[in-house]
């Protein structure tokens, strides 16, 4: 399967913004998610979406923050990042989650099996 595709990453200050965004040329499950890996440490989920009912989740960390959307005419999801933190620095990846998972696993990696190459985003303080 064709891997999504994550863009908008970059560099920022603290307190910017920043929207990443992540195509996919077919929807496979009814659920997308974004997870971030800092250096040294393990991938983390941030947010996900439903592509029918926009349904969203968001980890405590983001929550507040982040704001996750989705186009679906453009099988395109977005990931709204305002107020950002050094903490926040990681490589941002978007995933397709496995077609037939719970959505109670939603913030686990394994419950997904279509990842992107990820997009950088550097917040310095």
């Known amino acids: 399967q064709v891997q999504p595709v994550e863009s908008g990453g970059g560099l920022v200050q603290a307190g910017d913004s920043l929207r990443l965004s992540c195509v996919v040329s077919t929807r496979t499950s009814n659920s997308m998610g974004w997870f971030r890996q800092a250096p040294g440490k393990e991938r983390e989920f941030a947010a996900a979406i439903t592509w029918i009912g926009g349904s969203t989740w968001y980890a405590d960390s983001v929550k507040g923050r982040f704001t996750i959307s989705r186009d679906n005419a453009k099988n395109t999801i977005y990931l709204q990042m305002d107020t950002l933190k050094p903490e926040d620095t990681a490589v941002y990846y978007c995933?397709?989650?496995?077609?037939?998972?719970?959505?109670?696993?939603?913030?686990?990696?394994?419950?997904?099996?279509?990842w992107g190459q990820g997009t950088q985003v550097t917040v310095s303080s």
């Open positions: 995933a397709q989650m496995r077609r037939g998972y719970s959505l109670t696993y939603v913030h686990r990696p394994g419950s997904y099996d279509n």
